[in-house]
């Protein structure tokens, strides 16, 4: 008879209250308890199936508490021969739900260490499961496809088939599916036919990356059209992707605060019911707290319900905004610092369909120029790499008539800038257009200057507002939602379903997907939705989302990589000598100099992690998971895009450490860039105005003559009342702020989340980079010499990049893994 030895199991969950631990003690008592199986590494001889242990009861009722968690102790009795378990069969029959951290299995060999199964998930009713088949859960022992050990290879499959679904039905809570659809719920046609908007994602006219399905019926009227979820927070997501409790609660915590600051400000002003422009810009002013510093290293602030937070830009010097230095400096060191391109052409011009919007050349002239370039020619200053470009013009001119016809008004822009000898970006001349009335003919198009012998200075703020307007949507629009939630979660649902947690790819990047697909969720129900926050506070309105399609016609995941968009727009060149294989244009660049030494650092250690795994270009062609993975992820997730020629073959270790590091770069540093600045900025409404209210009036009117006499009124006219305004703050307060729970580049939830030593050596060398390029930026802010990094002012240091934030709320700083907020 064989010896059978004693596997002890100690199962981690997250503790529960009273009334669900009571519910757990009254399943128990009817028999619905838990139970788990063991799975050895080898086969049955006979059967030729998995080796099983005896079924055990897990029991949460009555589990030891350690700290927030229970610890619940299960004994099993195996063979000797039955090897060191590879997987755990876990079967609930409890009515509701647990988190389930982690197992921990004390083995009886000698010298044997501990066996620990890294889980954090939600175990639901085995009923929810894929027909209703057990979890499958795998320790930290990270395997490639074709070196899992026999015994796993069909549990390995059959957890990624539990969790793709077969594309039908409606998903509930609880369950775990992940499958595509295109973007067909943001209207609400039924509701008023003002709310119609076309589908997103599927056709020519309009490509988008691939949502998560959610399987909502079709509208009556139209079968194209998904029902909108219109209870905030309702709408499905893959149970394991959803905010912690802990992280909802402080989400709505500060949901609660920043919104309740916005209605105590609407009551005392009176405007519930009639919103009214401000007076004064000192009434902006006294929309916020005083001393609320939020710059870096400062400790949290308390402040007064009825007050805003200081933005960063306002706390430095309350006039700062209305600087030409101040404007060049935040296309380098902004909210949006990536916008900015090299001038190579001039003058510029448009792509678009000259028979529809006319001639394509800008009407900036060399005349325009000449007196901003300190004596050089526009020759001399573009083969010097002196002159750059905020191009907004073919992104928003095909929209501009309809836009104008709404409440908000747009410009499309262009914005002419020049380094000077002093290095200080500046802007030297800008273009303001609407279309042509007439299909073909001349756009109307008017060119300002900061000379006051060609532009009254009046105009010239309110040019620079007006692109500012612009930038502002093209940041949230393109830059931030399209380039970063919307391209990635694609990638995120082809990652849970074509790549095994027991990947090594899959245990690296799932960090970088936390609840970003739960906070993409919630966006399309009341940010992104038709009549949402952002069509209501950005000029674009109804047509906020047409435009990031238009955009993601030209999107490519190869140039989302940084030094490959630094070169495509003309900010660095290519140059193997210098630290990065890229040599900046403009030296003193924030976003850029920061952004490279966080590039490198990340690239080193996905190179580093990778190579544990594939010793070479051969082990990665075998590969089946991550073949699998990148087709998905071509042809579907990005289905519009699939017959692309830029898409990389992934037939080599080089391709995949660029791959892997561009997705890790996209969700952790590029959207902190995009994201956390979005308060210290764009909070402050003359800095950053989302939406316009009307055009700059034409030369001999008299709204023009009214404008000329006192520029601060209309000013005020012009950007969004104090009750709008009021509520774009609490918007931008609650997205730009870090909460408590965070986890920043290079932090693990869980310390033995991989039991190779290498790897975890590895991670210690990726964090000891980390800390240099935090020391790096901290001692360029400190510099006297780099005028980009402080302002003109000297007190808003760009710390968007610096890897870690000592405090939650509105730090400026800290990269999170992933797109969390």
């Not at 905030?232 to 605060?257: H, Q």
């Not at 899959?506 to 952002?534: C, E, Y």
């Not at 270009?617 to 071509?634: C, P």
């Not at 450490?657 to 860039?673: D, F, K, N, P």
Request: net charge negative; hydrophobic share 40%.
């Amino acid at each position: 008879m064989a010896r059978m030895v004693m596997i002890k199991a100690t199962v981690r969950t997250l503790g529960k209250g009273f009334l669900a631990s009571s519910q757990d003690a009254f399943c128990e008592m009817l028999g619905n308890t838990a139970s788990l199986t063991l799975v050895s590494p080898d086969l049955n001889e006979g059967t030729q199936q998995p080796k099983l242990s005896n079924k055990c009861e897990l029991l949460l009722w009555g589990a030891e508490p350690n700290g927030v968690d229970a610890c619940s102790t299960v004994i099993f009795y195996v063979e000797s021969s039955f090897g060191k378990p590879g997987a755990i069969l876990l079967d609930s029959h409890y009515a509701n739900e647990f988190y389930l951290k982690s197992i921990t299995l004390e083995l009886p060999y000698e010298a044997a260490s501990p066996l620990y199964f890294p889980c954090y998930s939600w175990i639901c009713p085995t009923r929810l499961a894929h027909c209703g088949q057990p979890r499958i859960l795998f320790s930290n022992q990270m395997y490639l496809p074709n070196e899992t050990p026999t015994a796993l290879l069909q549990l390995r499959e059959d957890d990624l088939l539990a969790i793709r679904g077969d594309g039908k039905g409606k998903r509930v809570h609880g369950e775990r599916i992940y499958d595509y659809d295109v973007y067909n719920e943001l209207g609400n046609p039924e509701e008023n036919q003002d709310l119609t908007r076309p589908v997103l994602g599927g056709s020519a006219m309009y490509p988008y990356p691939r949502r998560c399905r959610t399987g909502r019926n079709r509208i009556k009227t139209d079968i194209e059209l998904e029902e909108p979820e219109l209870a905030f927070d309702k709408v499905y997501v893959p149970r394991d992707e959803r905010f912690s409790d802990l992280k909802k609660n402080l989400f709505m915590n500060a949901g609660v605060r920043s919104f309740c600051t916005y209605f105590l400000v609407c009551a005392k002003g009176r405007l519930l019911y009639r919103d009214q422009s401000f007076a004064c810009i000192e009434q902006i002013h006294r929309l916020f707290a005083d001393n609320n510093c939020h710059v870096s290293g400062s400790k949290k602030p308390s402040r007064p319900i009825s007050k805003f937070p200081k933005p960063g830009v306002l706390e430095v010097n309350k006039d700062v905004w209305i600087t030409d230095k101040e404007f060049g400096r935040q296309c380098l060191a902004g909210k949006h610092p990536v916008a900015i391109q090299r001038l190579q052409v001039f003058p510029p011009s448009s792509k678009l369909d000259t028979h529809i919007y006319g001639e394509s050349i800008s009407s900036i002239t060399a005349h325009d120029l000449t007196p901003s370039l300190q004596g050089l020619s526009i020759k001399e200053a573009m083969n010097q790499n002196l002159l750059y470009i905020l191009d907004l013009h073919d992104s928003f001119l095909p929209f501009i008539n309809r836009i104008n016809e709404q409440e908000g008004k747009l410009y499309a822009s262009r914005t002419i800038l020049y380094l000077t000898k002093e290095k200080v970006l500046l802007p030297v001349a800008i273009e303001l257009t609407l279309p042509p009335k007439v299909n073909g003919e001349k756009a109307h198009s008017r060119v300002f200057t900061p000379d006051p012998s060609f532009c009254h200075p009046c105009l010239w703020m309110l040019a620079k507002n007006h692109v500012a307007i612009a930038d502002c949507g093209y940041h949230q629009l393109v830059s931030h939602w399209l380039r970063s939630h919307a391209c990635v979660e694609p990638i995120i649902i082809a990652t849970r379903r074509q790549l095994s947690t027991m990947h090594p790819l899959h245990a690296l990047l799932s960090p970088h997907f936390k609840d970003t697909l739960h906070i993409n969720a919630m966006s399309k129900t009341s940010l992104i939705n038709a009549g949402g926050k952002v069509e209501k506070h950005y000029s674009a309105g109804r047509y906020c989302m047409e435009i990031t399609s238009v955009a993601y016609k030209s999107w490519r995941l190869d140039e989302e990589s940084l030094p490959k968009d630094l070169i495509k727009r003309g900010m660095a060149v290519e140059d193997k000598s210098a630290k990065h294989g890229v040599r900046l244009l403009v030296e003193d660049y924030p976003y850029a100099v920061d952004g490279l030494e966080l590039w490198a650092a990340i690239r080193q250690w996905v190179k580093d992690y990778l190579i544990l795994y594939y010793g070479d270009d051969q082990a990665l062609q075998k590969d089946s998971e991550v073949s699998n993975w990148w087709n998905e992820i071509r042809e579907v997730g990005h289905a519009d895009h699939a017959r692309a020629d830029w898409w990389v073959s992934m037939k080599t270790l080089d391709e995949l450490v660029e791959v892997v590091t561009t997705l890790i770069w996209v969700v952790s540093a590029y959207h902190a860039a995009m994201n956390f600045g979005q308060y210290a900025y764009g909070a402050y409404t003359p800095n950053s105005p989302c939406m316009s209210t009307c055009l700059i009036p034409e030369e001999g009117t008299a709204r023009y003559a009214e404008m000329l006499s006192n520029p601060e009124k209309f000013l005020l006219e012009m950007v969004p009342p104090q009750g709008a305004t009021a509520l774009t703050i609490a918007v931008l307060e609650l997205l730009a702020q870090h909460l408590d729970e965070e986890e920043y580049l290079g932090e693990r939830v869980d310390p033995r989340w991989n039991c190779d030593a290498r790897v975890l050596a590895a991670l210690d060398d990726f964090r000891e980079n980390l800390a240099k390029v935090e020391a790096g930026i901290h001692a360029r802010n400190a510099s006297s010499h780099l005028p980009h990094r402080r302002g003109e002012a000297g007190g808003l240091p760009y710390t968007l990049l610096v890897p870690s934030s000592s405090t939650a709320g509105l730090t400026f700083c800290g990269v999170p893994n992933s797109i969390s907020m």
